[in-house]
């Protein structure tokens, strides 16, 4: 059973424009969030996280939003860049108390962004 | 410059063989695990270590095995065990306390001969 989800494999956008990529979660107990980036045969590169506290949190050109009553994230991405051409993976993970255990992350299966000229 | 570093980069295997990938970091990060990656999968953890001398299954961690002697080194070994480890393996590290986001070295693809 996918506690994470990504249900568009692939999203295509013109240059300049906004690139929104969706991420569905099923547990109620994940309150940790967080979205990679990753080009072809290299390891993930992390990009933003949010705490279920929130319900945006931004970075330069990357925002992302909480609905928690939803059970829903998104990136959004302003304005996209051909270099943000890559997969994305959104991952979660239950809230960790400072000193806890380490967090276990529980991802979802990546959307395809590619980012025209 | 800090970072995570795996080797090698390609690896092939002969039925029947263990083989071990290698994870250094110099993050001074006590947490470090162990993911594998298949086509059109997302990442799913077969080993995690907090600190060391310890480690715990992830959810797919049959077949595997690893050790964790030194803060920095997590290695892990494919077992002859393991029926279908042609993957993509990734490590990653973070912090211990609170909610970290995992770092990730740049992965080793194993492949069977």
């Known amino acids: 059973d996918q506690q994470v989800k990504q249900n568009s494999p692939s999203l295509s956008v013109q240059e300049g424009r906004i690139s929104i990529l969706n991420c569905d979660y099923t547990n109620s107990m994940f309150d940790y969030f967080l979205w990679y980036k990753k080009y072809p045969a290299e390891g993930p590169t992390f990009l933003i996280s949010i705490s279920s506290i929130k319900d945006k949190n931004e970075d330069g050109r990357f925002t992302v939003f909480l609905n928690k009553s939803a059970k829903h994230l998104s990136l959004h991405i302003v304005p996209s860049q051909p270099g943000d051409s890559a997969v994305y993976f959104c991952a979660a993970s239950p809230w960790v108390n400072y000193g806890g255990a380490t967090n276990k992350l529980i991802f979802g299966t990546g959307t395809l962004l590619a980012v025209q000229p | 410059d800090g970072g995570i570093t795996q080797s090698p980069k390609y690896l092939f295997r002969k039925e029947g063989q263990n083989v071990t990938l290698s994870c250094e970091q110099n993050?001074?990060?006590?947490?470090m695990y162990w993911y594998r990656q298949d086509p059109g999968q997302g990442l799913r953890l077969i080993y995690y270590?907090?600190?060391?001398?310890?480690?715990q299954k992830g959810d797919i961690a049959e077949g595997y095995s690893v050790s964790r002697e030194k803060k920095e080194s997590f290695p892990l070994t494919v077992t002859s065990a393991q029926k279908n480890p042609t993957a993509f393996y990734l490590c990653?590290?973070?912090?211990?306390?609170?909610?970290?986001?995992?770092?990730f070295g740049d992965g080793t693809r194993l492949s069977i001969l």
């Open positions: 270590s907090q600190i060391v001398n310890d480690f």
């Open positions: 990653a590290s973070s912090k211990r306390t609170g909610n970290q986001p995992q770092h």
């Open positions: 993050l001074n990060h006590d947490a």
